[in-house]
């Protein structure tokens, strides 16, 4: 249990497309989802936390404008990368939380999303 | 300084040996959460602590974390190739809002 599905694995665009990463659970029913960035060798840097039917909170130093969040459903999350830049490609992780007492469930990853900006 | 300090950053043994990861927050935790990561993939979720002294295993693997609830161990046994790669450590501190911050792993390489 706890799949969480995360499209496209990889993307490589030219300087100036938007690119839209889908982040789904599979087998539960998520109101929060997390979306992450990771530079080679570093951790994982919390870009957003995605709630569904309301607005995602962004966080400190991560543009608003330029990664736009959709989380329409409870089983689905969208990242926007828009007018996209070289300095954008990274690697883009999601996650999702079942719900649980407290809300101190474990968070389960998507695959990733290689973004190679050229 | 860091919220979240892990060691080592790397990690090479021998197959059959024994190793231990250490995340320690400078902050009292409500969970603490260890992750595996083959580079370029997704995280597995591999045990979650809450309790102060709480211990959990899966199959050769142990984590613990301990009464003050603010340091954790990852112990592999009898480690074997498979357990190779990136060990994530992801801490749910008092005032974070369920948001998890991470250490910056662990590159773990067994030598067949």
């Known amino acids: 249990g706890a799949v969480v599905s995360q499209h496209p694995s990889w993307v490589i665009c030219k300087s100036g497309t938007s690119v839209k990463i889908e982040c789904r659970s599979l087998?539960?029913?998520?109101?929060?989802m997390f979306w992450y960035r990771q530079f080679p060798k570093q951790s994982l840097m919390l870009m957003a936390t995605?709630?569904?039917?309301?607005?995602?909170?962004?966080e400190q130093g991560v543009e608003k404008d330029k990664f736009l969040i959709n989380h329409a459903s409870l089983t689905l999350s969208t990242l926007t990368v828009t007018s996209a830049h070289p300095e954008d490609s990274s690697f883009y992780i999601c996650?999702?939380?079942?719900?649980?007492?407290?809300?101190?469930?474990?968070?389960?990853f998507g695959d990733g999303t290689r973004l190679s900006i050229l | 300084s860091q919220e979240l300090e892990q060691s080592p950053q790397s990690l090479i043994v021998q197959e059959g040996k024994n190793l231990t990861i250490n995340c320690t927050s400078s902050k009292t935790l409500y969970g603490l959460y260890w992750y595996k990561q083959k580079y370029g993939e997704g995280l597995i979720f591999l045990m979650m602590l809450q309790k102060g002294g709480e211990e959990k295993s899966h199959e050769k693997i142990t984590a613990k974390l301990d009464e003050k609830k603010q340091q954790s161990s990852l112990h592999i046994t009898a480690s074997q190739p498979s357990h190779a790669g990136i060990y994530l450590c992801g801490a749910d501190m008092r005032g974070s809002n369920y948001k998890l911050t991470f250490g910056k792993g662990t590159l773990l390489t067994v030598n067949p």
């Open positions: 995605s709630n569904e039917g309301s607005k995602a909170t962004y």
């Open positions: 996650s999702a939380r079942p719900p649980g007492t407290g809300g101190r469930q474990p968070q389960h």
């Open positions: 087998d539960f029913q998520a109101t929060t």
